[in-house]
């Protein structure tokens, strides 16, 4: 309808709306929210968009990597895990650096010099939804060399949680002190 087209409109160069929905549709087999679409305005460097619909579940997303490919999980309940960056009420959309690998400026980074330093990174449910994307348009993975540090989540011990490819997708954790080369987040705008 008209509320569609003002997306579409508005994100024309950015974010392909019905592709999205048809994504979500396969993926998850329903339908989700895309309306009142969030999206900022694109960086000075190669990005990749991705759409975050507000009713979709860490829990939902791991489930559907996991029809797709092998997977592990520390905990039973990723939906425990919470954001503490901010984000737009609704669905939304966040750009981050398009590469298979997470920032290479990013490495050695812990979570918490992340938090004091403000840079907004990609938390676990974004992370869940870039994989996804990135294997459904490539058949490939992301994070073969490298874990993704989603700095903006933790779980009720405070920890991070990180994500890699190894044979089969990883979702693991770390101290939020922790940092090494092979460590790095994703920035997002």
């Known amino acids: ?3 569609l087209r003002e997306i579409l409109a508005k994100s024309q160069e950015t974010v392909n709306v019905v592709e999205w929905h048809d994504f979500y549709r396969r993926v998850l087999g329903r339908d989700v929210d895309l309306t009142n ?6 960086p000075n460097y190669p990005c990749r968009a991705l759409v975050i619909p507000q009713d979709v579940t860490a829990n939902e997303l791991y489930d559907a990597c996991a029809k797709r490919f ?5 905990t039973n309940d990723l939906n425990a895990i919470t954001d503490i960056v901010s984000r737009p009420d609704g669905s939304y959309v966040i750009l981050v650096r ?7 400026e990013m490495k050695n980074i812990s979570a918490n010099q992340i938090k004091e330093r403000g840079v907004n990174t990609e938390t676990l449910k974004e992370r869940l939804i870039h994989e996804l994307k990135f294997h459904d348009e490539t058949g490939e993975h992301l994070d073969v060399h490298n874990w ?3 700095a903006g989540s933790r779980d009720s011990r405070g920890d991070v949680p990180g994500v890699r490819w190894s044979g089969g997708m990883y979702v693991s954790w770390y101290y939020p002190v922790y940092r ?9 705008v």
């Open 98 to 104: 398009d590469g298979q690998d997470a920032d290479e």
């Open 1 to 3: 309808g008209e509320a």
């Open 70 to 74: 092998k997977c592990w999980k520390y």
């Open 180 to 188: 090494y080369v092979d460590l790095r987040a994703r920035a997002a």
């Open 148 to 150: 993704t540090l989603c």
């Open 37 to 42: 679409l969030h999206i900022p305005e694109k």
